[in-house]
Each structure stands twice: as C-alpha cells, then as structure tokens.
C-alpha cells in the first residue's frame, strides 16, 4: 500500500492492499484472530491493529513485503529462528517478503509473546 488511504477495518485495510499483498495480509489477520481470539480490532494510523491490553499486534503492505509488528521484543531465539529461515526482523517485527511463505508457526510462537 504505497500511501496510507484512510479505512474503517481490516476488510478494507486488506481490499485496499496491492493484490499480491492481500492473501498475505488475509492470512495474518487469521493467524492474529485464531491465536488471539480475545484481542479488539481496531485501526490507527489507517493501518489494522489488534489490542489485548496494553499489548497489540498490527499488520501491514508495504512495497515488496508485508509485516507483523508487535508491542512486545521478539526473544533472541525467535529472531535467530526467523533470519536462519530468511525472514527480515527488527526488535519488534517480523517482515514477509512476497516470494516468501507465510511462517505459520513462527508467526504463532510471536503471537504467544503477546497473549
């Protein structure tokens, strides 16, 4: 999504994403949900976030990749686990690029530092 249009939801969030973005994004959002069932969707800075707490998750499409940010510092072990796997990482993100797959369990591991 190359500029932040304003949405009302994650729906939309996602229906506006580049094609090649939204199954990813689709899947994220199902990810966070299922791990997460308790968190309230919302939107800030037009871009979807899901709060349990004080914690949250947010998904997003950027250019080339699509990522999973989070509240909490990915422990050590998750981020060695996520770039020996070839995921690109910060302290408190997971980027997907678009020849990747979606790390299901490794996005469930992250999911847990969270809820």
């Known amino acids: 999504m190359p500029s ?5 939801d994650t729906a939309e969030y996602i229906s506006k994403a ?3 973005a939204q199954p990813y994004l689709q899947q994220l959002q199902q990810l966070v949900e299922t791990g997460l069932p308790n968190a309230t969707a919302k939107i800030k800075w037009n871009l979807p976030f899901f709060e349990l707490g004080k914690q949250y998750v947010g998904i997003a499409a950027y250019k080339a990749h699509v990522s999973l940010s989070l509240s909490a510092n990915l422990t050590p072990e998750l981020l060695a686990t996520a770039k020996a796997a070839g995921y690109a990482t910060g302290q408190k993100r997971l980027n997907i690029d678009f020849d990747q797959e979606v790390p299901v369990e490794l996005v469930k591991a992250i999911l847990k530092l969270v809820g």
């Not at 932040?4 to 009302?8: G, I, L, S």
């Open 4 to 8: 932040r249009v304003p949405v009302k």
């Open 18 to 20: 580049a094609p090649i």
